[in-house]
C-alpha cells in the first residue's frame, strides 16, 4: 500500500503555476526503466476522485481535493469509504477512464434496493498491455470483471458523457470496440475498422453522436457514428509537412469543434476542425529552435471550452485559446519535462499532466470568465449541428460567430517563444 505522504515530490510556490508532483513509490531498481511510465491520468465524473497510472502495472487512486497546511505538506480529507487505493493490474496501462454511476431510477421489474446499491458503484476502466480492459470498483478497490476482445494494446479508452455505461476503447490492433458495460462484457463489442495502423486516441462528442479518433502512424483523422457504429469521413487536409505523425484528438465541451495534435521534426501543430462539415478553421504551429524532435503527446479542451491544455516535449504544459497567437500560460522551457498526458478537474482550475518518469503534476490554470455570448453558443451547438446552423436566417457575422469561422488562423510558426523567459 502506498501512502500519499511518501509520494510527494515538491510544492512551488503558486506564481510557477505547480502546485504539487507526486513521483511513484517503486523501488529504485526500476526507476528510469521501461514501463514507469504515466500514460494516463485522469478525474472522476465529480471530480471527487482522481487516477494515475503510476506505471509497472499500478495504478493509485486518491480522494480529491488535496488539502494543504501552512507547513507545506498535503493530506487527503479521509472518510470512512474514501481511502486512496492501490490498483494491481499486472500488466502495463496505458490508458484509464472514469465510469459514470449508474443511474439510481430502477427499471422496470428491477428491485429499487438492487438498483440504489448499483448506483454507488463508481467504475474505472484500465487499458492494459495484453489488450484486456480490466473493469473496476472504485470504492471498493476489487476488480469487477474483464473485457476481452482487443489483439493489440489498449491505449485510449472514453466512456460516454450521457451517464450510460458505454465505454469506447482505441487499440493498436487498428480498431476501436464499443462496449455495453451493463452486461458485464459478456455481449459482443461493436468493432469499428478502418485504420490502416495503431489508434493512438479516441474522444467522443458531447452529444453523443461521433467519435473521433487518429492513426498516430496511418495519419488519419476518422469520424464515426456512435448510433449506427459506421465509419462518417476521414479529416483531410494536413499538409503542413511531407512527414508528420498524428497524436491527441478532444472535442469542444458543446461538440462544435475538434482539436487534432501532430508533429513533425523539430515543429508541432494543433487543427481545429468542424465535424459536421470536415472544414479546417484554424491552426496553430510551434516551431522549437532547439535540435531534434519536439513533440506534442496531449491535448484536452478546459470544461467552459475556451481554452487548451497542450503537453509537448519541450515544456511541461501551455493553455492556449483558440484564435490568439500567443499562449495564455506556459511553463519554462524545459527538455527533461517528459509530459505524455494531461487531463483537466471537471470544474476546471487545475490540470494534472503526467510524465515518463512516473510521476504526475497538478497545475493551477487560468480560470476564464465565459462571456454570455460563448454561453449562449455553446448550449445552442450542444443540441445543433453546423448544418442546421447554416439554414438559420441570421447576419452573416452571427452565423460565423456561431459555427467559429471567425477563429483567426496562426498556421505560420509563432515567434514569441521567449515571453515566458523574459517575464
Known amino acids: 500500500m502506498f501512502s500519499l505522504k511518501d509520494n510527494i515530490r515538491r510544492i512551488r510556490p503558486a506564481s510557477d503555476g505547480l502546485i504539487l508532483e507526486l513521483k511513484s513509490a517503486h523501488p529504485p531498481s526500476l526507476e528510469g526503466r521501461a514501463g514507469c511510465e504515466t500514460w494516463s491520468v485522469d478525474f472522476s465524473p465529480d471530480g471527487s476522485w482522481f487516477a494515475w497510472s503510476m506505471g509497472h502495472g499500478i495504478v493509485w ?12 505538506r498535503v493530506e487527503i480529507a479521509l472518510e470512512s469509504n474514501r481511502q486512496d487505493k492501490t490498483l494491481n493490474c499486472g500488466q502495463t496501462v496505458w490508458g484509464l477512464a472514469f465510469g459514470p454511476r449508474p ?5 422496470p421489474g428491477e428491485k429499487a434496493a438492487s438498483c440504489e446499491r448499483e448506483s454507488s458503484r463508481l467504475l474505472l476502466a484500465t487499458g492494459l498491455d495484453n ?13 469487477r470483471f474483464e473485457l476481452k476482445g482487443h489483439e493489440g494494446i489498449a491505449r485510449d479508452l472514453v466512456f460516454t458523457p450521457n451517464e450510460k455505461l458505454t465505454l469506447v476503447s482505441s487499440s493498436r490492433d487498428k480498431t476501436l470496440r464499443i462496449w ?33 479518433s487518429v492513426g498516430r502512424f496511418d495519419r488519419m483523422v476518422c469520424l464515426w457514428s456512435l448510433r449506427s457504429y459506421t465509419f462518417i469521413r476521414n479529416l483531410t487536409g494536413i499538409n503542413h509537412k511531407t512527414f508528420y505523425l498524428l497524436a491527441s484528438c478532444d472535442f469542444s465541451p458543446d461538440g462544435a469543434l475538434l482539436a487534432t495534435a501532430a508533429f513533425s521534426g523539430s515543429s508541432w501543430w494543433i487543427d481545429l476542425w468542424d465535424p459536421y462539415t470536415a472544414q479546417k478553421l484554424s491552426s496553430l504551429m510551434d516551431c522549437s529552435e532547439m535540435y531534434g524532435q519536439n513533440q506534442i503527446s496531449s491535448l484536452r479542451f478546459s470544461p467552459e471550452g475556451l481554452q487548451l491544455a497542450i503537453v509537448t516535449e519541450d515544456r511541461a504544459l501551455q493553455m492556449w485559446e483558440p484564435g490568439q497567437r500567443g499562449m495564455v500560460m506556459q511553463t519554462k522551457e ?22 515518463r518518469d512516473g510521476h504526475v503534476r497538478f497545475w493551477m490554470v487560468p480560470r476564464s470568465v465565459p462571456s454570455l455570448c460563448h454561453l449562449c453558443r455553446s448550449v445552442l451547438r450542444h443540441s445543433v449541428s453546423t448544418h442546421q446552423v447554416e439554414t438559420l436566417p441570421i447576419p ?4 460565423e460567430f456561431l459555427t467559429y469561422r471567425d477563429i483567426p488562423d496562426h498556421s505560420e510558426a509563432r515567434s514569441d517563444r521567449s515571453s515566458d523567459e523574459e517575464e
Open 103 to 107: 443511474s439510481k431510477t430502477p427499471a
Open 396 to 399: 452573416r457575422r452571427i452565423l
Open 334 to 355: 524545459d527538455r527533461t519535462s517528459n509530459g505524455l498526458c494531461c487531463n483537466f478537474h471537471p470544474q476546471g482550475g487545475v490540470v494534472a499532466t503526467g510524465t
Open 180 to 212: 455495453d458495460l451493463t452486461h458485464k462484457g459478456e455481449k459482443e463489442p461493436h468493432v469499428l475498422s478502418g485504420h490502416k495502423d495503431w489508434v493512438s486516441c479516441c474522444s467522443v462528442s458531447p452529444d453523443c453522436s461521433m467519435i473521433a
Open 61 to 72: 487512486v486518491i480522494a480529491w481535493p488535496l488539502r494543504y497546511d501552512k507547513v507545506n
Open 131 to 143: 489488450g484486456v480492459i480490466k473493469i473496476w470498483d472504485v470504492v471498493t478497490g476489487q476488480p
